[in-house]
């Protein structure tokens, strides 16, 4: 079989021609077309790497803020107990302040009541002494009451110790020396004669007295030279009911602090 290479040419430019044209027309703009898809998806994977890291750090912005939050609540939270506790505690001392000052003028107001309940009843004793003295006085003796205790007292003049007499003497010397009397009852002229003697006789002065009423003179006199006091009175009998008094009221719960004594002639 003979060969016709002209035939064999011809297809062979042919197929060259055809090599050509899809390489023109077709494998090239494949190839473009690849390429910028490849560069767009690249493009994309590199803006969804940049839009990942970029969400990462702003996940940690939001991790480190969400802890400093965290921190903050719990120094806030650690601050509040503090506040509460100190308030408790100021609120706490505040009651406890005020509770004390209400127990301490309750206190005050029954110490003062008690003290006035004492005295009423002081008082009342007192008055009841008097009247059943006054009474049995004048019942079985031919003079009145205020002789009887004028004549005590200058018989407890004359029995007084030498000492007090040389004090009482120094008292009236000086001029300034204020001279009182002091009964529970109002002393009649006779009874005030009796006085000034006894005092003269015992002082050997004259002095001219200051005559008072006080009643917690009961059934006796009181005697002031200056500073020096002598008396005598029924009040050794009644710290005795006094003292019945107050140990009534302290079984009761009502006790009272018992006032300082005056010693007696």
Aim: proline share 2%; aromatic share 4%; with cysteine.
């Amino acid at each position: 079989m003979e060969l016709d290479w002209l035939t064999i040419a011809a297809q062979i430019a042919n197929f060259l021609v055809l090599i050509w044209l899809l390489q023109r027309f077709l494998y090239a703009p494949i190839t473009r077309a690849m390429a910028k898809r490849e560069a767009r998806i690249e493009e994309r994977l590199a803006d969804a790497r940049k839009q990942r890291q970029e969400a990462e750090q702003e996940a940690k912005a939001l991790r480190e803020r969400q802890q400093d939050l965290d921190a903050r609540a719990e120094e806030v939270l650690a601050e509040a107990r503090q506040e509460a506790e100190a308030l408790k505690d100021r609120l706490e001392q505040d009651l406890r302040k005020e509770f004390d000052e209400k127990r301490s003028n309750w206190q005050e107001h029954l110490e003062e009541e008690k003290t006035e309940l004492v005295r009423q009843l002081r008082k009342r004793m007192a008055d009841q002494v008097v009247k059943v003295v006054r009474r049995t006085l004048s019942d079985f003796a031919n003079t009145d009451l205020a002789t009887q205790i004028a004549k005590e007292f200058a018989r407890r003049m004359e029995t007084l110790a030498e000492d007090n007499k040389t004090r009482l003497r120094a008292a009236a010397s000086r001029p300034d020396s204020e001279a009182v009397i002091e009964c529970g009852i109002d002393l009649p002229a006779d009874a005030r004669s009796l006085i000034a003697q006894a005092v003269h006789d015992n002082l050997g002065t004259n002095i001219e007295f200051d005559y008072r009423t006080d009643e917690d003179v009961v059934l006796g006199i009181r005697l002031t030279l200056g500073e020096e006091i002598v008396e005598w009175s029924a009040g050794s009998y009644l710290k005795k009911l006094d003292d019945l008094v107050r140990d009534t009221l302290d079984a009761a719960g009502m006790g009272t602090p018992k006032p300082e004594g005056q010693t007696n002639a």
